[in-house]
């Protein structure tokens, strides 16, 4: 692939996939996970497309007794690409509704509030302690915090 | 021999149809799915009789290769597409009512996927049904219907659908390297992949599978989804998906990329999954989640297996990969109503005799105690690790070593609470129910059969290995379909 155009879909596929997988572990809303997933399977199914393309090839249409006017794009990556993309909005409907059922659950769509009451339900059910959290440091803070603004009761 | 396609056609059209025969009449819908499952077994049987040759290519259809899609047919794919519905039969879901039909198809759709995971022989087609598989386990995992179930489900539907990008961009990598699909055919083009793209290739494909196959980086559900699935669906999970996963991963290792690199990164991936695992599992405090972590601690000993290059490879692994699909949904099936506290365990022994006998059964054959089968299946896997030579390898099975004494640690640790005195004023769990007992009974015959039988059984499993570990067999029933028109 030497010419420009296709240089730059190729960069422009796996940019997305990038930003896509980027998105979805970076992001701490549920909702953005399920856009930066479909970004992802964007990138993923401009790849295999382009994985078949010609720029100097026609569509791959036959028609009866017209001869194909020149070299044809592979037609194989353009209906597994149409299988991928079904599949990948199953998925996403999917995602949705699990979505929905965890704000009715939770009342939250924040990863780091849903995987605390996700633990604390797990113990729970499990009867065993809450195992102490990774993200907060244990134990009291070391020092005092600064003296309570006036007016405020401290507690 | 064409019959084989109705081990996935079958389970798949019964589970779109068990829900309108359960409208009709309530008893009908209860017997699909375990006469669909009779079948497809039987199916399997007469598939088995009837393979003549090392391997058997077929053009679904009677579309040939390159445009038509086949399924390859050896008795390394036979022996997991009939352990998909043997397996999913042991697990069935008996419950009634709406609840129950819905578990019914899903379990079904699980099935008729799964047998496409052993049988296909398309990169492609491969991606399809593991898609399939996916979404029937999204929907087991949350069959309890919980918050926690849902919040669980969510977050393996991410991580499982990250990998399935990630393995498109590798189907993607492939075909944009040697414009086909279709395993044989890769088998022959084995140069075009043996170059920096092609190995990352390989590596996208492990990553996207691997997310089934509990595989290190990518298993961050494993404890959450089985904690808080019911243990039926985590015993089909961790026993089955996750074989079927491993064995897609193999396939691909053995007949495309024949690459060291590729054998070093199965290896190095297997052995952090079998520390994390194993130590993880040692920490757990409740039996649910413990099971869960020693499941991605063995699933990392199948990965290692498998990395040993030859026959050898083939053989220890497929020796650790059944000795696990027997015992890890029994253990969970043990685990029914002692799914809580391990602590809360004490004097459990005492209420069901039986279940707890199973249970240090079971640890003994996990932990490798001879004669027990589990036993054999770390001999050659250690073997195996042994005679590659390389450092790497040596260390590897010094990891393996290490797991084996914390497994046994934490194992033998559960067993003895198990028949501990119980504290004064409390109750331990009662006895689990006689159908997870009795399934439980039957994998411990089928173990106990494995001791008496274990040289036959070790025959087999060298001449399955010996034909799926040499790609010539697969290229040769291809080209025999293609030439014979």
């Known amino acids: 692939m030497s010419d420009p155009i296709g240089q730059v879909l190729f960069a422009g596929a796996i940019g997305l996939v990038v930003i896509g997988i980027g998105g979805i572990v970076l992001s701490r809303h549920l909702f953005r996970m399920v856009l930066a997933l479909v970004i992802a399977e964007a990138g993923a199914n401009l790849l295999l497309v382009l994985a078949g393309f010609r720029w100097d090839a026609f569509a791959p249409i036959l028609t009866q ?13 353009q209906a597994m690409v149409l299988t991928a993309i079904v599949i990948g909005v199953g998925v996403q409907a999917l995602a949705l509704s699990l979505v929905i059922k965890v ?11 849903v995987r605390e009451r996700l633990e604390a339900d797990l113990a729970g059910q499990a009867g065993v302690p809450l195992p102490g959290s990774t993200e907060r440091p244990a134990g009291e803070r070391p020092l005092p915090p600064a003296t309570a603004p006036a007016g405020e009761v401290r507690q | 021999m064409s019959s084989i396609t109705l081990m996935v056609a079958l389970p798949l059209l019964a589970a779109f149809v068990l829900p309108l025969a359960a409208r009709v009449a309530r008893p009908l819908g209860w017997l699909v799915g375990p ?8 199916v399997g049987l007469e598939a088995w009789r009837a393979l003549e040759g090392p391997a058997v290519t077929i053009a679904l259809g009677g579309f040939l290769p390159p445009l038509g899609i086949v399924f390859h047919v050896d008795e390394l794919a036979l022996v997991f597409a009939l352990a998909v519905p043997v397996a999913t039969l042991l697990l069935w879901p008996w419950d009634d009512g709406e609840e129950g039909v819905r578990r019914q198809s899903l379990t ?6 799964c047998a496409g995971l052993a049988l296909s022989g398309d990169l492609f087609n491969i991606y399809v049904f593991y898609e399939l598989a996916a979404v029937a386990s999204y929907g087991l995992a949350t069959d309890r219907r919980t918050a926690a179930g849902f919040a669980a489900a969510f977050r393996y539907l991410m991580l499982s659908a990250l990998g399935s990008v990630v393995a498109l961009v590798g189907v993607a990598l492939v075909y944009f390297l040697t414009g086909t699909l279709n395993l044989a055919h890769l088998a022959t083009l084995q140069d075009e992949l043996s170059n920096p793209i092609g190995l990352a290739a390989f590596l996208f494909l492990l990553i996207g599978f691997g997310v089934k196959a509990e595989m290190f980086p990518v298993n961050a559900w494993v404890p959450e989804v089985y904690a808080a699935a019911s243990r039926r669906v985590s015993a089909l999970l961790a026993g089955l998906v996750s074989k079927l996963a491993v064995l897609v991963l193999v396939r691909m290792l053995l007949v495309v990329f024949e690459q060291p690199e590729a054998r070093v990164a199965l290896l190095v991936l297997g052995t952090v999954g079998v520390l994390t695992g194993e130590f993880a599992a040692w920490r757990a405090k409740d039996m649910a989640r413990m099971l869960a972590w020693s499941s991605i601690g063995q699933l990392g000993l199948v990965l290692m297996a ?15 990969a059944l000795h696990h699909l027997v015992v890890k949904p029994a253990l969970f099936l043990l685990a029914e109503r002692w799914g809580g506290a391990i602590e809360a365990l004490k004097g459990a022994g005492r209420r069901s005799p039986l279940g707890a006998a199973l249970f240090v059964l079971f640890a003994l054959s996990l932990v490798g105690i001879p004669p027990l089968p589990g036993f054999w299946a770390k001999y050659l896997l250690l073997g195996g690790l042994a005679g590659e030579g390389t450092s790497l390898y040596l260390a590897g099975a010094l990891v393996v070593l290490v797991a084996t004494v914390v497994e046994a640690n934490y194992l033998f640790r559960t067993a003895a609470l198990l028949y501990a005195r119980p504290e004064a004023g409390t109750q331990p769990p009662a006895a689990n129910s006689p159908l997870a007992l009795g399934t439980a009974t039957l994998l411990g015959a089928v173990l106990v059969a494995g001791v008496v039988w274990v040289v036959p059984l070790g025959a087999g499993i060298e001449r399955i290995a010996a034909v799926a570990a040499d790609p010539v067999p697969y290229v040769a029933s291809a080209l ?4 014979g028109g």
């Open chain 1, 65 to 77: 007794g017209v001869a194909a006017p020149g070299p044809m794009v592979d037609p194989v990556p």
């Open chain 1, 103 to 113: 704000w009715e659950c939770y009342g939250t769509l924040d990863l780091a509030e």
């Open chain 2, 35 to 42: 006469a669909t499952l009779v079948a497809t077994i039987w």
């Open chain 2, 108 to 113: 079904l759709l699980l099935a008729a996927s």
């Open chain 2, 306 to 320: 498998f990395s040993i290059s030859g026959t050898a490879g083939v053989a220890a692994g497929l020796a650790v």
């Open chain 2, 480 to 483: 025999a379909l293609v030439q």
